[in-house]
């Protein structure tokens, strides 16, 4: 079964880190030429891009998280991951991880259950 999982979710305080990973598991697409991608759904907001990064490493990130968040992956590990410094209590969101096995920033065609991270102010 091809599946994305993210882990490293939570409660932390304003101005606190967190990290999250997402591995790729049952895949039949190539995880090292894929762009990968994290995104965030607020509640009773739409669900929006983070950062994502191309097979590459060439990475793009929201105005909202610049300077605060880093994406890299490890392709030998079929995982992705997103740093998060500087947290604040609007980057409180399920975040998902997604998977564009085309390599394009408008075609995440693969995505995870999502991560709960939830930032006290």
């Known amino acids: 079964q091809e599946r994305l999982v993210e882990s490293g979710g939570g409660l932390v305080q304003a101005g606190g880190s967190l990290r999250l990973s997402c591995t790729a598991s049952?895949?039949?697409?190539?995880?090292?030429?894929?762009?990968m991608g994290w995104f965030r759904q607020a509640p009773g907001k739409q669900r929006e891009l983070v950062a994502h990064?191309?097979?590459?490493?060439?990475?793009n990130y929201a105005d909202a998280v610049k300077g605060r968040f880093t994406i890299s992956r490890d392709n030998p590990k079929d995982t992705v991951y997103l740093q998060m410094n500087s947290l604040k209590h609007e980057d409180t969101a399920v975040y998902y991880c997604?998977?564009?096995?085309?390599?394009?920033?408008?075609?995440?065609?693969?995505w995870g259950q999502g991560t709960q991270v939830t930032v006290s102010s």
């Open positions: 049952g895949i039949r697409f190539s995880f090292n030429k894929s762009r």
């Open positions: 990064i191309s097979s590459q490493g060439s990475t």
């Open positions: 997604a998977a564009s096995p085309r390599n394009s920033a408008s075609a995440f065609t693969y």
